[in-house]
């Protein structure tokens, strides 16, 4: 019994296997959450950088392509008109440099900015506008510039008998430039990213976890001999004050638990050695030296009584044992409990009659509810028994059984001396008895109630017990009318 305890303890210490530490689950969990959100918000931060650049570059373009074409309207004929504007247009714009080309309806070039035709030919240009007709398209010139241009036709007249073409292309490096350095800003923060994110995660998962390392290194020297020993729950964030609290009361049970267990040690010790040492001195006395048969026969008779008490000793023993598996054993089927009763009471009838005490049934009659028969008599049997023993002549024990609110309510009723109000809450501890002064051959092992109480229990019901001093007992034993679930 005791080894079952310890190895509740010894589980609580360690486990068969053990995971990863939560520390380093919540850093992993961090960092890698930290990191996602550090990449996407600078990938976000330099695709909008991108998009605002091309839309403010593809704006550029089409405005300077509405000038364009305002102009060839305005002045066609005049073509250096055309080239004095793409010049001074192409100076102005410094730092996102454009330029301009005008052909005719043959493709002959009537105004082209200073050092377009180096950069960008017409034909260079042509072919591209050729493979993304009607729109702005992405192209580089030989050296490997970046432009982004744009071609458009313009008719001369209403009946489009002359139709010139304008192509306007805007350099693309102060752009490229712009992305280049922003792309570097964000390997720099993804690299800082990557280092600072789990040893934040780390100092934060250490934070964390701390009360819970203060509780486990508290709770490690916590043994079977320092049972009594409580973790504080002050101070301690909600989660850990309520797994502290938890805890605390598994060391209540296991506490309560290893007291009984050591109390109905001993009790069990003391109550085997007591009918073993009288059969041994019974024994020796006998041999010592010779006797007669009756002196012989004497000494078998009290040697068979103690041995038939300690056969029940040991039998009670190992019906708690078994008992502690609830419902394995149980055969419910529907009884007449007043029939029981009325059993119960011709079997002690005669013991009664001997001891000059009333035993009577009342009520009962169409009561009836699913009991396991033989333990509910053995219960009332010993109900009975210990009323018996401690009612004096010219008493009486009343047994009556009632039906309320989907319950059977049984009640055991006596005369009898009754008992204190300090001993009534343990009555029916084992091996307890409210007057330690009383032999134990006529009070009993002690388990009597103990084995009344979990016979009840297997079946889902509860024992009430009422007494006054000097004024008698009454027993209520209360079950549920139909079958249920009992849990350990």
């Known amino acids: 019994m005791f ?28 960092s890698v959450t930290a990191f996602l959100l550090v990449s996407a918000t600078t990938g976000l931060l330099y695709f909008g950088v991108a998009a605002s650049l091309r839309r403010l570059s593809e704006q550029l373009l089409a405005d300077e392509l509405d000038v364009c074409r305002a102009l060839v309207r305005e002045r066609s004929g005049d073509a250096h008109a055309l080239r004095e504007e793409a010049e001074i247009d192409s ?9 301009v080309r005008v052909l005719d309806e043959s493709g002959k070039p009537l105004a082209t900015t200073p050092g ?17 007709p009607g729109g702005i398209f992405w192209l580089k010139s030989p050296g490997g510039t970046p432009y982004r241009a744009l071609v458009a036709r313009v008719p001369l007249d209403p009946w489009g008998t002359q139709v010139w073409t304008l192509q306007v292309a805007v350099d693309l490096t102060q752009e490229q430039e712009v992305l280049a350095r922003h792309r570097v800003w964000v390997w720099a923060v993804l690299a800082a990213g ?21 509780v486990a290194e508290t709770a490690r020297h916590i043994g079977s001999s320092t049972l009594s020993e409580r973790i504080r ?4 964030p909600t989660e850990i004050a309520d797994l ?4 605390n009361a598994m060391l209540q049970r296991l506490e309560e638990s290893f007291v009984r267990l050591s109390q109905f040690s001993a009790d069990i010790a003391h109550e085997l050695r007591t009918p073993v040492n009288n059969i041994r001195g019974e024994a020796e006395v006998a041999l010592a030296r010779a006797r007669s048969a009756d002196e012989y026969r004497d000494v078998l008779g009290s040697c068979l009584e103690e041995a038939v008490r300690l056969s029940e000793v040991i039998e009670s023993l190992l019906f708690l044992a078994r008992s502690e598996s609830p419902g394995d054993h149980l055969k419910r089927m529907p009884e007449d409990i007043g029939a029981l009763l009325a059993d119960v009471r011709d079997y002690y009838e005669a013991a009664a009659a001997e001891a000059g005490v ?3 049934v009342s009520g009962g009659g169409g009561v009836t509810g699913d009991v396991d028969r033989g333990l509910l008599q053995r219960a009332i049997g010993n109900l009975v028994s210990n009323a018996l023993a401690h009612t004096q002549a010219g008493g009486s024990i009343a047994m009556n059984a009632r039906e309320e609110a989907g319950r059977i309510r049984i009640e055991i009723a006596d005369t009898g001396a009754g008992i204190s109000a300090e001993a009534l809450p343990r009555v029916f501890d084992r091996f307890y008895r409210a007057d330690p002064a009383r032999p134990r051959k006529s009070g009993g092992a002690g388990l009597g109630l103990a084995i009344v109480r979990q016979i009840v229990l297997l079946h889902g019901g509860e024992v009430q017990v009422a007494s006054q001093v000097g004024r008698g007992t009454t ?7 139909e079958a249920r679930n009992v849990q350990a």
């Open 3 to 30: 080894s079952k305890v310890r190895s509740k303890i010894r589980h609580l210490r360690s486990g068969p296997s053990r995971g990863l530490s939560l520390a380093f689950r919540l850093t992993t969990w961090y």
């Open 116 to 132: 377009m035709d180096q950069e960008l030919s017409s034909s260079h240009i042509a072919r591209e506008e050729a493979r993304y």
């Open 233 to 236: 729950a002050e101070g301690r």
């Open 358 to 360: 009333a035993l009577t």
């Open 194 to 214: 990557a280092i600072f994110c789990p040893w934040v995660g780390f100092v934060i998962a250490r934070r964390g976890t701390a009360p819970l390392r203060d």
């Open 244 to 247: 502290v609290d938890t805890f």
């Open 91 to 99: 100076a102005i714009r410094k730092y996102e440099k454009f330029y």
């Open 475 to 481: 027993v209520s034993v209360v079950l549920p009318k």
